[in-house]
């Protein structure tokens, strides 16, 4: 069962997401007028911590609002027809799957503009690359079951901002450890119990994800 | 009908607030006579770890069960959990301010890791207040209350490998436990983990009671 929906649940988010262009184009617009704002307000060279956490600021923003999209278009018909068509896991590893997708993508968008604008002074791109992907993943786990419970409680954004800030602050903290020594050109082996931790949290992050979304589900 | 755990929960309290205030404490560099915040600052955040662990405990029971009633325990005990919190502070920042020079610092993974606590639970009741249909409510919050506290659970293993912790018995500060027993206090501490504990069940029970009468009164 798995196997067989998985895939296709992938390729009914991407589908839909295509379709309706004008969103993705919007959060291409967001996340570079972001990155130019703090660009400029800085206009000069800025020290590596300060760089440091600019961007994982700017991208918890950027993934909490993508992924509050990600239930919204769930219509009381739509859900119906989910449940009745798909299992809870399948349909949950799906939406966890395509967002992980969404924001590794939407990720390396970020850095690319913000080290073009703001200035890229990472020295070791092999670390920074993998931190990137390590954390988006993760990152799509937590979102994508807030963003389920933010829209079964009247979907307003602030709700979603609110309950996901407090529970990406242990994966975010061990990012922006691991990104600093990235920055720092550190050698990796002061980076791997950093990068263990960051795999651990995905294991978990979607376990629980996948276990959880079964009760959110019915209703 | 009071029951025995109650007047014991009482008695301990006093008897750590008479003791714990008289007793012989260890002199040591730092601490000196604050020390004596151990009897009452630690008790109350394991009380309160215990309220939220009993909070979750009833939010896995209710997402098996589908009852009311394991919802209300739920809430209940993540309330008082959070009313805790406020003495746990301010014991905290008061002693803070007399050894470490500052009523709050960011530094300590112990104090972040608090207050992502206070913080993942205010969420907690702003996700209830926003969800009308009760069945609704109880589902969710449960989800949510059980992934926030292991996230939180995580967060308290992780935070001391990313930062040394300022608290005594980190970072070379010195702390009882870490002289080898020494008995006498350890004669007030434990009593007083106890005592804080069954207070906090004490509070719960209470307020069960009060929210049981207000579910009925609402429901007939």
């Known amino acids: 069962m798995l196997k067989q929906q998985l895939p296709a649940l992938i390729r009914k988010e991407f589908l839909l997401e295509f379709r309706q262009r004008s969103t993705l184009a919007g959060i291409a617009v967001y996340i570079i007028a972001t990155v130019f704002i703090s660009a400029l307000s800085f206009k000069q060279k800025i020290h590596p911590i300060v760089w440091n956490a600019l961007f994982w600021v700017i991208f918890t923003f950027i993934t909490v609002n993508v992924s509050g999209k990600s239930f919204v278009q769930e219509t009381k018909g739509k859900a119906l027809y989910n449940y009745l068509y798909y299992g809870a896991r399948e349909f949950i590893l799906g939406k966890i799957v395509y967002n992980m997708i969404l924001m590794a993508v939407l990720s390396l968008f970020t850095f690319f503009f913000y080290g073009w604008f703001v200035g890229n002074i990472v020295q070791d791109m092999g670390l920074f690359m993998l931190v990137l992907l390590f954390s988006s993943t993760a990152f799509s786990g937590v979102l994508s079951l807030m963003s389920a419970i933010a829209s079964k409680s009247g979907n307003n954004m602030s709700l979603m901002a609110i309950l996901s800030f407090p529970v990406l602050m242990p994966l975010l903290l061990v990012s922006i450890k691991v990104s600093k020594n990235a920055i720092d050109g550190l050698a990796w082996s002061v980076s791997y119990n950093y990068l263990l931790i960051l795999v651990m949290l995905n294991f978990v992050v979607i376990t629980l994800a996948t276990l959880l979304f079964n009760y959110l589900w019915r209703e | 009908m009071i029951k025995w755990w109650k007047i014991l929960s009482v008695l301990i309290i006093l008897y750590t607030l008479v003791w714990g205030l008289l007793n012989p404490v260890p002199k040591l560099a730092i601490l000196h006579e604050s020390i004596r915040n151990v009897y009452f600052h630690v008790p109350i955040w394991f009380a309160m770890l215990f309220q939220m662990g009993y909070s979750v405990v009833f ?162």
């Open chain 2, 59 to 220: 939010a896995v029971k209710h997402l098996y069960k589908n009852d009311m009633r394991s919802d209300l325990i739920s809430d209940q005990a993540a309330q008082t959990g959070l009313f805790l919190s406020i003495p746990g502070l301010l014991t905290g920042c008061m002693w803070a301010k007399f050894t470490w020079g500052t009523w709050w610092t960011f530094e300590d993974p112990k104090l972040n890791g608090v207050a992502i606590a206070v913080l993942i639970y205010l969420a907690y009741f702003i996700l209830r207040s926003s969800i009308t249909d009760e069945l609704k409510r109880a589902r969710i919050s449960a989800v949510y209350n059980i992934f926030a506290f292991v996230m939180m659970f995580v967060f308290i293993m992780i935070l001391p490998r990313l930062t040394d912790s300022l608290h005594p018995g980190n970072g070379n500060n010195p702390a009882f436990g870490k002289y080898d027993l020494d008995n006498s206090m350890r004669t007030v501490f434990y009593p007083a983990v106890i005592g804080w504990v069954l207070l906090s069940l004490w509070i719960l029970d209470v307020k069960k009671r009060l929210a049981t009468l207000k579910y009925n009164s609402e429901n007939d």
